[in-house]
């Protein structure tokens, strides 16, 4: 199993991105996923998800900002990232939980300059 998260780079505060999440030898079906952040010095958030039963929740930090979804057929998980700040700056993680376990993505970095 492998989850392979892109997307990130550097950007202008205001500015866009979308993260994706690429999975191998397995399916997001309709599992709960998610996207996480770590910025240096502090603890893994969870910055969106959706649940198994379908339901999305975003951290108060990123709503109306951020948009979580998946393509079942491309068997890819997005995260729309917009008006970005500079607190946005940190490594985002792709998550999945099934039956078999807990799986994540290597990490992909997104910088926000001021």
């Known amino acids: 199993v492998q989850l392979q998260a892109s997307g990130g780079g550097l950007v202008q505060a205001g500015g866009s991105l979308r993260l994706s999440c690429a999975a191998s030898?397995?399916?997001?079906?309709?599992?709960?996923v998610g996207w996480y952040r770590q910025a240096p010095g502090k603890q893994r958030e969870v910055v969106a998800r959706i649940s198994s039963d379908r339901e999305t929740y975003y951290a108060d930090a990123v709503k109306g900002r951020f948009t979580i979804s998946r393509d079942i057929t491309k068997n890819t998980l997005y995260l729309q990232m917009n008006s970005l700040k500079p607190e946005d700056t940190a490594t985002y993680y792709c998550?999945?939980?099934?039956?078999?376990?807990?799986?994540w993505g290597q990490g992909t970095q997104v910088t926000v300059s001021s």
């Open positions: 998550n999945l939980i099934k039956h078999t376990g807990e799986y």
């Open positions: 030898g397995t399916r997001f079906g309709l599992n709960a």
